[in-house]
C-alpha cells in the first residue's frame, strides 16, 4: 500500500508557483521522499527527491517538514508544459532491497 | 537512444495467449523495476531485480507472472493464459543501484487483451 496520499487534482495559473503538498505520516527514518510526474502516455519521469533537508534543482524544490511527515514540491513558474499527474513517492527499504510505490497522484492542471 | 527501451509498443492479443514483454535498461544499471498502470491508477509494482536475481517479487498479482533477467542487463516480463484484467500499461524503470538512485522509466508496453 502507498504510503502517501495527495490530493486528487489541483488546478495552477500559467507563471504562478504550484505547491503540490504530500501526507507522509507513516515514513520512517531511512526512507527518503521521491517526487515524479507522468505526462500522458509517457513513462514517469523524476523531479526531485529528498531525505529530510530541502532540496532544490533546476525543475522544482521540495520542501520536507521537521518531523518528515509531509513535503510539498513546489514549481516556481508553472508553465502549460508542468500539466502533468505529480506523484509523491516513500522508497521503502527492506532487506537491502528498495520498492518505491507509487500511490494515485495529484493531476496538476496548469492554466494560461 | 540512451535511456530505458521497451517493446513491442503496444500488443494486442486474445484471451488466453502468452505474452512476452521486453525491457533493455540504461547500460550499467543493476536495478531494474517492473510496474503495471491501469487507467486512471498509479503505476502498482511488480517485481524488482538486483543484478540477475529477482530482489523482491511480492508485486506479481499471480503465479501465471514470471520474468526474468538472465545476464543481467535485459529482462523480460512473460505473462500467460492472458485474462482481460491484464490490460495494462507495463512500465520497466532501471537505476544505478539502490542507494537514493533516481529511476529512469521507459515508455511503456501497452498490453490489450482482447
Known amino acids: 500500500d502507498a504510503k502517501t496520499t495527495q490530493p486528487p487534482s489541483m488546478d495552477c495559473a500559467e507563471g504562478r508557483a504550484a505547491n503540490l503538498p504530500c501526507n507522509h505520516s507513516?515514513?520512517?527514518?531511512?526512507?527518503?521522499v521521491y517526487w515524479y510526474r507522468q505526462i500522458h502516455s509517457q513513462g514517469p519521469q523524476y523531479i526531485i527527491h529528498?531525505?529530510?533537508n530541502n532540496e532544490t534543482n533546476e525543475m522544482a524544490s521540495l520542501i520536507i517538514t521537521e518531523d518528515r511527515k509531509s513535503s510539498t514540491l513546489i514549481l516556481p513558474h508553472a508553465t502549460l508544459r508542468d500539466t502533468a499527474v505529480y506523484y509523491c513517492i516513500v522508497r521503502v527499504q527492506a532487506s537491502g532491497t528498495y520498492k518505491y510505490i507509487f500511490g494515485t497522484g495529484t493531476r496538476l492542471k496548469v492554466l494560461a | 537512444g540512451a535511456g530505458v527501451s521497451q517493446t513491442p509498443s503496444n500488443k494486442v492479443t486474445e484471451k488466453g495467449k502468452y505474452v512476452e514483454l521486453r525491457c533493455d535498461p540504461i547500460s550499467g544499471h543493476t536495478a531494474l523495476y517492473w510496474y503495471r498502470q491501469s487507467l486512471g491508477q498509479g503505476p502498482e509494482f511488480l517485481i524488482y531485480f538486483q543484478g540477475t536475481g529477482a530482489a523482491d517479487d511480492s508485486g506479481l498479482p499471480n503465479d501465471r507472472f514470471f520474468a526474468v533477467r538472465p545476464e543481467g542487463s535485459v529482462s523480460t516480463l512473460k505473462i500467460q493464459r492472458t485474462e482481460r484484467g491484464d490490460s495494462a500499461v507495463y512500465l520497466c524503470?532501471?537505476?544505478?543501484?539502490?542507494?537514493?538512485?533516481?529511476?529512469?522509466f521507459g515508455e511503456g508496453s501497452r498490453l490489450t487483451v482482447l
Open positions: 529528498g531525505l529530510k
Open positions: 507513516t515514513i520512517s527514518g531511512n526512507e527518503y
Open positions: 524503470a532501471s537505476s544505478r543501484e539502490g542507494r537514493a538512485g533516481e529511476l529512469f
